[in-house]
């Protein structure tokens, strides 16, 4: 609303305590409902003998997660250290040729990992999509690589590939797929970054070292090809200021979280309680409203160490990967409810950004965005909860900008907000949304005195954030100013 004025500490206070109560109260609900059920028959498969001194057992719902932890630690921790020790070789003796270091890595750790028929898949749509670029029409590149990603998608294509891959073991399809889509969507930047090359295109070991740098390989993030090109040629590789403090810091955090979660797992059963309907129907709705934010929250701590070590190990290799995705809780408005940095960079470039333009135009607005979640309903897999979160989110991120519009015609474009707290109502009242989305659409939630008080709850949580990102819009401010006057 363009208001520069600052909420007053006593109601930046009141937040706080409201949203710590909350939090605090449902937590607890979680917790009893955890400890009351912990040798339920209902749960035996999801919680299984943890921590014996305490008498606590552990949340393993999510195989993966497990899978990560236990029987594949050490296969990652050996894979990412010979990376990181290769890589650190290489920048100091052959710096101009570390990008083939890298590829050769990663092909021979995909090699021993998934094995020959699977690389022969992965360098045949590569070599697809190569020759596609060859005829440097962006509308070709397009479709090329829809069709190569909706092999992957839709069935009967997607088992039809993966079963020429023998063998099998817990996470050999997430590690298929996670490697085979993420190798599309490199390939489908490769070819529009070359349609766009005034004077040829790049060579075919160009995508290759894009696609196999091992710590984007199977899990991302997407770096779009013209960064990760440019940044991987430098010859000179030098370090900003306490840059390397910086990534001791952020593998440290990464490490807390995986510790962090193990704790939580043994107190909080947020995985399993959900598995059993006649169980949660008996939760309050406080409780309720808990184990949907804690689930929530969970799904990004797990994309945030995800992403933390591959980018921790990019960042140490003189790469600039895409940010980390940011919290659920921090989320507040459509336009800003990207999960994936890598993903939410690669659509705004080549599909959102370029179909949109300045965004200012409702028309185009709504034919960007669309395309754009066609293309991740395609990305995450087409089913019924995809096409739902697509339309809801599609839908959102239109109304925000027919509000916006329809608030600068004549008479609504000459006031102006001058009270603080018609501004905190006006700037909360749609940006709550995203949150209320995955917050109140559970069962069994009471109306209205539930429904309302976790609405009360969500504005005063966004109230915070809105505070937060004004102070450090300021600082930035301030730092630029300082800039200049220098």
Same mark, same amino acid.
């Given at each position: 609303m363009g208001v520069k004025a600052m909420l007053p500490s006593y109601e930046l206070g009141f937040y706080a305590l409201v949203v710590t109560c909350a939090v605090l109260y449902s937590g607890s609900g979680i917790f009893e409902a955890s400890r009351d059920s912990m040798n339920r028959k209902a749960f035996r498969d999801g919680i299984k003998p943890g921590w014996h001194y305490f008498g606590r057992k552990m949340d393993v719902a999510d195989f993966e997660w497990v899978m990560w932890f236990t029987s594949f630690r050490n296969v990652i921790i050996f894979a990412l250290s010979g990376h990181v020790l290769f890589a650190k070789i290489c920048s100091m003796t052959v710096p101009q040729h570390r990008a083939v270091m890298y590829m050769i890595y990663g092909a021979l750790a995909v090699l021993g990992s998934m094995g020959l028929v699977y690389l022969m898949i992965i360098l045949s749509h590569c070599l697809l999509l190569y020759s596609v670029a060859l005829a440097k029409q962006k509308w070709l590149c397009y479709v090329a690589g829809l069709c190569c990603l909706a092999?992957?998608?839709?069935e009967p294509f997607g088992s039809w590939q993966s079963g020429f891959v /023998?063998?099998?073991? *817990? !996470?050999?399809? #997430?590690?298929?797929?996670?490697?085979?889509?993420?190798?599309?969507?490199?390939?489908?930047?490769?070819?529009l970054e070359s349609s766009q090359?005034?004077?040829?295109?790049y060579s075919i070991f160009d995508l290759l070292k894009y696609n196999f740098y091992l710590p984007f390989f199977f899990f991302g993030p997407v770096m779009t090809f013209d960064q990760f090109h440019a940044q991987v040629s430098t010859r000179e590789l030098r370090r900003k200021d306490d840059e390397m403090k910086s990534i001791r810091v952020n593998a440290l955090l990464h490490v807390g979280a995986i510790?962090?979660?193990?704790?939580?797992?043994?107190?909080?059963?947020?995985? /399993?309680?959900?598995? *059993? !309907?006649?169980? #949660?129907?008996?939760?309050?709705?406080?409780?309720?409203?808990?184990?949907?934010?804690?689930?929530l929250v969970y799904d990004w701590v797990k994309a945030a160490v995800m992403f933390g070590v591959t980018n921790t190990i990019a960042r140490l290799d003189h790469l600039e990967p895409p940010q980390p995705p940011k919290c659920i809780t921090m989320l507040y408005i459509f336009a800003e409810t990207h999960f994936d940095r890598g993903i939410n960079d690669w659509l705004c470039k080549y599909v959102y950004d370029h179909i949109g333009e300045n965004h200012d135009n409702i028309l185009r607005e709504l034919v960007a965005s669309t395309a754009t979640f066609a293309i991740t309903t395609l990305w995450l897999g087409p089913c019924q909860v995809v096409y739902i979160w697509s339309l809801v989110n599609c839908f959102g991120l239109n109304f925000e900008l027919w509000v916006q519009k329809f608030f600068q015609l004549g008479p609504f474009a000459k006031l102006e907000v001058r009270s603080w707290a018609a501004e905190g109502l006006g700037r909360a009242s749609l940006g709550q949304q995203p949150q209320l989305d995955d917050r109140v659409s559970l069962p069994a939630l009471g109306f209205p005195v539930s429904t309302l008080s976790i609405w009360f709850i969500t504005y005063c949580g966004v109230q915070l954030i809105k505070e937060r990102e004004r102070i450090l819009a300021i600082e930035e401010e301030h730092r630029g100013d300082k800039a200049k006057v220098e």
């Amino acid at each position: 609303m363009g208001v520069k004025a600052m909420l007053p500490s006593y109601e930046l206070g009141f937040y706080a305590l409201v949203v710590t109560c909350a939090v605090l109260y449902s937590g607890s609900g979680i917790f009893e409902a955890s400890r009351d059920s912990m040798n339920r028959k209902a749960f035996r498969d999801g919680i299984k003998p943890g921590w014996h001194y305490f008498g606590r057992k552990m949340d393993v719902a999510d195989f993966e997660w497990v899978m990560w932890f236990t029987s594949f630690r050490n296969v990652i921790i050996f894979a990412l250290s010979g990376h990181v020790l290769f890589a650190k070789i290489c920048s100091m003796t052959v710096p101009q040729h570390r990008a083939v270091m890298y590829m050769i890595y990663g092909a021979l750790a995909v090699l021993g990992s998934m094995g020959l028929v699977y690389l022969m898949i992965i360098l045949s749509h590569c070599l697809l999509l190569y020759s596609v670029a060859l005829a440097k029409q962006k509308w070709l590149c397009y479709v090329a690589g829809l069709c190569c990603l909706a092999s992957f998608k839709v069935e009967p294509f997607g088992s039809w590939q993966s079963g020429f891959v /023998t063998g099998a073991f *817990d !996470l050999q399809d #997430v590690l298929f797929y996670g490697g085979c889509t993420f190798t599309i969507m490199r390939c489908m930047s490769f070819a529009l970054e070359s349609s766009q090359k005034e004077e040829g295109i790049y060579s075919i070991f160009d995508l290759l070292k894009y696609n196999f740098y091992l710590p984007f390989f199977f899990f991302g993030p997407v770096m779009t090809f013209d960064q990760f090109h440019a940044q991987v040629s430098t010859r000179e590789l030098r370090r900003k200021d306490d840059e390397m403090k910086s990534i001791r810091v952020n593998a440290l955090l990464h490490v807390g979280a995986i510790v962090a979660v193990d704790i939580f797992f043994h107190f909080f059963y947020i995985l /399993t309680l959900p598995s *059993d !309907l006649k169980f #949660v129907n008996r939760l309050s709705d406080w409780s309720l409203a808990g184990l949907a934010y804690s689930n929530l929250v969970y799904d990004w701590v797990k994309a945030a160490v995800m992403f933390g070590v591959t980018n921790t190990i990019a960042r140490l290799d003189h790469l600039e990967p895409p940010q980390p995705p940011k919290c659920i809780t921090m989320l507040y408005i459509f336009a800003e409810t990207h999960f994936d940095r890598g993903i939410n960079d690669w659509l705004c470039k080549y599909v959102y950004d370029h179909i949109g333009e300045n965004h200012d135009n409702i028309l185009r607005e709504l034919v960007a965005s669309t395309a754009t979640f066609a293309i991740t309903t395609l990305w995450l897999g087409p089913c019924q909860v995809v096409y739902i979160w697509s339309l809801v989110n599609c839908f959102g991120l239109n109304f925000e900008l027919w509000v916006q519009k329809f608030f600068q015609l004549g008479p609504f474009a000459k006031l102006e907000v001058r009270s603080w707290a018609a501004e905190g109502l006006g700037r909360a009242s749609l940006g709550q949304q995203p949150q209320l989305d995955d917050r109140v659409s559970l069962p069994a939630l009471g109306f209205p005195v539930s429904t309302l008080s976790i609405w009360f709850i969500t504005y005063c949580g966004v109230q915070l954030i809105k505070e937060r990102e004004r102070i450090l819009a300021i600082e930035e401010e301030h730092r630029g100013d300082k800039a200049k006057v220098e």
